[in-house]
C-alpha cells in the first residue's frame, strides 16, 4: 500500500461511472489516502453537487482561491493526478489554473484521453443557417480568448525554457495518454516529463468482450446523445440549445427512414448519462439498453451516430459499419464531427434536410479503419492489458524505489 496520498483534480462533475472509467477504484486499491477535487464550478457554470455518495472525500471548489488553499495542503511526497485540467487550454481562467496546480510541490500526473479528431473551423458544414450565424456572433468573445491566450501560452513557453523564473512554470512529472497529448500545451511539458502511451480508456470495455463468443450481427444499433438533455448542454459552451421536443422529431425522422430502408427495427444503447427508461422513452418507444454500448456494437450489422460520439472508437475497434446522422438544428460543432468522422472512415451520411432514398449497410475499408485505431484509440504494439492497471503499475515502480 503505497503511502503517500493521491489527489484527483478533475475538470468536470464526478459522476457513478467515473469510479471505474478514471481508475479511482483501481487505485484506490493501492493508495492508502485517495481524494477527489471537483474544478467544474471554477471551470465553467455546470458545478453542481454531487448527485451520489462517494466512499472516498470529495471536494467541489467553487474558487481559485479555494483550490490555491487546497493545493497549500499538499507535500513533496503527495500525487495529484489531473484529467482535464490541462488539456484544451482555451481561456485565461484555465491558463491561470493550469499554472497554479503546477507550482504545487506533489508530484503532478495527467491522464490525456484526446480521441477524436480535431475538425476544421464551422465553415465546413455545408450552407449556412440563422442559428449558425448566432452562434458565431455569440462564440467570437471565446475565440479571441482563446486566440490571445495560445499566443500567450506560445510566448510563456519560449520564456520558461530561457528563464525558468520568469513564469515559474514547473512541468508535469508524468502523462499517460491514448495515442496523442497535443491537447496539453507544452509549456507543461519538459524534458523530464514521462510520456506514456496506453490507449483509448473504451478500449479497455473491447477487451473485456469476450471475442470468442459467438454473435449474431443482426441488430441496427443507435447510439443515444440524449441531444439537448445531455449534461454538456449545461456548461455554458453551447449557445442556441435546440428545443428538445424539436430535436426528438427529427431524430424519429431519421429512425423511420432507417427502418423502412433497411427493413430492421433501431435499437437503443442508451447514454450514460440517461437510463434505459429515458431512452426508450425519447425514441418512440424503441427497445434500449443501459450499460450495453461496447456489446451492442460488437453483435450490430450497423451503428448509427447522431451527434459526435466517442462511441465510434467501439465500431472502428469491431470493424463494424456506420451511418452518420445530420441535421440543420445540430450544434454545429457536433456536425463537424460527424463529418469529418466520416471522411476519415469513408462512411456514409443521412442529411435530414435532403434525405438519400438509397441507403444501404456500407463495406468497412479495413485499412482506413485500422489507420483511424492506431491514430485516435490504440498505437501499435502497447500493451493489451486495462489503462489503469498500467498506470498502477507505473506508481507502484515508481514509489517502490524510495
Known amino acids: 500500500m503505497i503511502k503517500a496520498k493521491l489527489t484527483y483534480l478533475l475538470a468536470e462533475p464526478l459522476t457513478k461511472r467515473d469510479y471505474v472509467r478514471f481508475g479511482i477504484e483501481r487505485l484506490g486499491k493501492i493508495f492508502q489516502d485517495v481524494e477527489i477535487w471537483e474544478l ?52 485565461f481562467r484555465q491558463l491561470k489554473i493550469g499554472i497554479l496546480v503546477s507550482k ?19 465553415n465546413f458544414i455545408p450552407g449556412r443557417s440563422t442559428a449558425f450565424e448566432k452562434i458565431c456572433r455569440k462564440a467570437s468573445k471565446h475565440i479571441v480568448e482563446g486566440f490571445f491566450v495560445r499566443k500567450l501560452l506560445s510566448i510563456a513557453h519560449i520564456l520558461n525554457q530561457k528563464h525558468p523564473a520568469v513564469f515559474l512554470v514547473r512541468t508535469i512529472d508524468r502523462i499517460w495518454y491514448a495515442t496523442v497529448f497535443s491537447e496539453i500545451p507544452s509549456l507543461f511539458i519538459g524534458r523530464n516529463t514521462l510520456l506514456k502511451a496506453v490507449h483509448h480508456f473504451d478500449y479497455d470495455l473491447t477487451i473485456s468482450e469476450e471475442i470468442n463468443v459467438p454473435i449474431s450481427r443482426e441488430q441496427v444499433v443507435l447510439i443515444d446523445s440524449m441531444g439537448p438533455a445531455h449534461p454538456d448542454f449545461d456548461t ?20 423511420e427512414i432507417i427502418e423502412g430502408h433497411l427493413n430492421s427495427r433501431i435499437q437503443i444503447a442508451a447514454h450514460p448519462s440517461s437510463s434505459q427508461a429515458l ?4 425514441y418512440g418507444g424503441r427497445i434500449s439498453f443501459h450499460g450495453r454500448t461496447c456489446n451492442m456494437v460488437r453483435e450490430s450489422s450497423l451503428v448509427v451516430i447522431l451527434e459526435g460520439s466517442t462511441a465510434v472508437n ?23 464531427l460527424n463529418f469529418e ?62
Not at 504545487?104 to 464551422?122: E, G, M
Not at 442556441?240 to 422529431?249: G, H, I, K, M
Not at 431512452?279 to 425519447?282: G, H, I, L, M, V
Not at 475497434?317 to 452518420?324: A, D, G, Q, W
Request: hydrophobic share 40%.
Open 40 to 91: 467544474s464550478a471554477i471551470l465553467s457554470t455546470s458545478g453542481k453537487e454531487l448527485g451520489h455518495d462517494s466512499p472516498y472525500k470529495v471536494s467541489s471548489l467553487r474558487t481559485i482561491e479555494e483550490l490555491r488553499d487546497k493545493l497549500s495542503t499538499l507535500s513533496s511526497v503527495d500525487e495529484l493526478i489531473c484529467i482535464g485540467v490541462f488539456s484544451n487550454v482555451h481561456s
Open 104 to 122: 504545487s510541490v506533489a508530484q503532478i500526473s495527467v491522464v490525456s484521453f484526446a480521441s477524436l479528431p480535431l475538425t476544421k473551423n464551422t
Open 236 to 255: 455554458g459552451l453551447y449557445m442556441d440549445v435546440p428545443d428538445f421536443e424539436e430535436w426528438r422529431a427529427e431524430v424519429l425522422k431519421a429512425l
Open 279 to 282: 431512452a426508450t422513452e425519447t
Open 314 to 336: 467501439f465500431a472502428v475497434v469491431f470493424r463494424r459499419p456506420i451511418l452518420f446522422v445530420d441535421s440543420p438544428i445540430f450544434d454545429p460543432r457536433l456536425r463537424n
Open 341 to 402: 468522422l466520416s471522411r476519415q472512415l469513408r462512411m456514409p451520411i443521412l442529411s435530414l434536410d435532403a434525405p438519400n432514398l438509397d441507403l444501404f449497410i456500407p463495406e468497412v475499408d479495413e485499412n482506413l479503419y485500422r489507420d483511424y485505431q492506431e491514430r485516435y484509440i490504440k498505437l501499435p504494439n502497447t500493451p493489451e492489458k486495462d489503462f489503469w492497471s498500467t498506470v498502477a503499475e507505473d506508481y507502484l515502480s515508481y514509489f517502490g524505489s524510495f
